[in-house]
């Protein structure tokens, strides 16, 4: 028998066999869909001062439903959003509403009410729902007020809002109720000894405006932002530096001084164009009147 022959013959079982293989895998293919999720998920990470916050929860929407008291009913643990349990990650350790929370990863509970919310920091982070929520594993426990809101928010939201060097509010979103959270982190006292450490080496190049300002802003040694942002306009002198330099005079009680800095602020702001320092010296000057 020769080889076109035997060719010939493995042909069509070669055919047939490889038909087989493509229906089935078509078959498979079309019995995967990926249907949209009814409540997506999602993650935000904030930055808040020197410490990294990420949540990760799923957000369901309202669809002409009663939402707190009625499908989230009040009284009962929610697990804050939709699917698996509302997942929040510290980087070090925070505050929430005064409460320390030691850095680490935990499940956001809360128990809704009409004029008063509980929310819960769990360390059973990686749970479904909120069915096997166990008390025994709260870290801990804070109450929260409501506050109505004119406009409905259609899909629930959590977001970060205020944020400053060393706070933020976390708040709770969802229909006609938002719920703020108060977070609060230690960066001063962290801040504070870098700074103090870098002022006293013999780094050639030095912070000198970024620490006058911080001193400034957090309450420190007035007289070492001073002379630090003087250091600052020996190296180059800006409009936007003048301006806190005054701010110092004038916390410090050097009226005129504060003065008279503020209107050379403003001199150097007009001709950089920047009449947003003009106006912020122009107030300074006449609180100080």
Same mark, same amino acid.
């Given at each position: ?9 493995? *042909?069509?079982?070669? #055919? ?31 930055? +808040? ?27 009962? +643990? ?5 699917? @698996?349990? /509302? ?6 350790? +925070? ?7 030691? #850095? @680490? ?12 919310? /509980? ?26 007020? $409501? ?7 259609? /899909?629930?939201?959590?977001? %970060? ?5 060393? *706070? ?10 938002? +719920? ?9 006292? &962290? ?15 030095? $912070?000198? %405006? ?13 007289? &070492? =932002?001073? &002379? ?29 001084? #504060?003065?008279?800095? =503020? ?5 150097? #702001?007009? &001709? ?18």
């Amino acid at each position: 028998m020769d080889n076109n022959m035997n060719i010939r013959r493995f *042909s069509p079982l070669l #055919a047939a066999t490889c038909s087989l293989i493509l229906s089935t895998a078509a078959q498979a293919e079309a019995g995967k869909v990926d249907f949209p999720a009814a409540s997506p998920a999602c993650t935000i990470k904030q930055r +808040v001062g020197l410490t990294d916050i990420e949540v990760d929860y799923s957000r369901p929407s309202v669809k002409d439903r009663e939402i707190f008291g009625g499908m989230v009913p009040y009284g009962q +643990v929610w697990r804050t959003g939709a699917n @698996g349990a /509302t997942k929040i990650v510290f980087s070090t350790a +925070v505050k929430l509403n005064d409460k320390e929370i030691p #850095a @680490g990863t935990y499940g956001l509970f809360t128990i809704p009410g009409k004029d008063e919310w /509980t929310v819960i920091i769990n360390k059973g982070a990686e749970q479904w729902g909120a069915y096997k929520y166990d008390e025994k594993a709260d870290l801990v426990r804070f109450k929260a007020t $409501p506050i109505a809101i004119e406009k409905p928010v259609d /899909t629930f939201t959590i977001e %970060f809002n205020k944020i400053r060097d060393d *706070s933020s509010f976390i708040n709770l979103i969802w229909d006609k109720v938002e +719920v703020p959270i108060k977070l609060q982190v230690d960066i001063v006292d &962290k801040l504070v000894a870098q700074i103090e450490a870098v002022m006293s080496s013999n780094e050639p190049k030095k $912070p000198y %405006f970024q620490a006058a300002m911080f001193y400034y802003n957090h309450g420190q040694d007035l007289q &070492k =932002a001073k &002379k630090w942002v003087d250091l600052a306009l020996a190296e180059r002198e800006a409009h936007y530096m003048l301006y806190l330099k005054a701010e110092i005079l004038a916390k410090l009680g050097e009226k005129d001084a #504060a003065i008279a800095t =503020a209107k050379k602020s403003s001199e150097m #702001a007009v &001709k950089a164009n920047d009449l947003g320092y003009v106006k912020l010296n122009d107030d300074l000057i006449n609180s100080l009147k």
